[in-house]
């Protein structure tokens, strides 16, 4: 049973700490998105590789935001330093195009004090 | 602005009942749509998709209608159960290279046993 696996579920740190988040696409996917819930935005996209070129991180705060693919089976988004705005749930998603699906790993759920 | 949008947060319908969920986009380009449907502490799950080359695609309970001259989507559920509890959200991907999805705001669907 293939799935997307995300390490931590539960990430609570002080402000100006870093944190990183960690994703494993399913095997044989060659894109890879990063994407954030809050409840007032609904699912923005912050970031989006193809084989493990990033394509698009034009949604991401880029002096506080930062996400690669050190390998195939290995995404990271990173944040340096943190802040309380930050917290949200944040999800990796894998996919092979076409089509389009992708499939959704369980979310990383941040609380920035 | 909003590309996709679902107007209505929330829906209820009672079990046995259809229940209809709508989605509209502002954007020409799009021409590939996807539901996807979520639980609490669960990521996205997809659940079906049609491209702008149909009007309509059904996969058992599920069928979706899409009307490109009105620039709207709808998920029909036929009949709904209360399993069908979650938060469901329309997406959209345009013609091109990156195939990134854009997803509406969700609507949270109950239905009542």
């Not at chain 1, 990183?20 to 890879?32: A, E, F, K, Y």
């Not at chain 1, 084989?51 to 991401?60: E, F, H, I, T, W």
Request: charged share 20%; with cysteine; hydrophobic share 35%.
């Amino acid at each position: 049973d293939a799935r997307v696996t995300q390490t931590p579920r539960h990430k609570v740190t002080e402000m100006g700490q870093e944190v990183t988040m960690r994703c494993q696409p399913i095997l044989g996917h060659n894109t890879v998105f990063w994407y954030r819930q809050t409840m007032m935005q609904g699912l923005e996209l912050l970031a989006y590789f193809r084989n493990r070129a990033p394509l698009d991180d034009s949604g991401m705060p880029k002096d506080r935001f930062s996400a690669e693919m050190p390998d195939a089976t290995l995404a990271t988004l990173k944040i340096q330093p943190s802040e309380p705005r930050d917290s949200a749930v944040y999800f990796c998603a894998s996919g092979s195009d076409p089509p389009n699906e992708q499939f959704f790993g369980p979310g990383t759920r941040l609380t920035v004090l | 602005d909003q590309q996709v949008k679902q107007n209505s947060p929330s829906l209820s319908v009672q079990e046995g009942r259809i229940s209809i969920l709508n989605c509209d986009y502002t954007n020409s380009m799009f021409d590939y749509f996807l539901w996807y449907k979520k639980y609490p502490a669960e990521g996205p799950t997809f659940l079906i998709s049609i491209s702008s080359i149909k009007d309509k695609n059904e996969d058992g309970r599920f069928t979706v209608f899409l009307n490109k001259s009105a620039k709207h989507l709808s998920l029909h559920i036929v009949p709904s159960q209360p399993g069908d509890s979650a938060v469901y959200f329309c997406a959209a991907s345009a013609v091109g290279p990156s195939r990134q999805l854009t997803f509406g705001s969700g609507t949270q669907l109950t239905v009542l046993p």
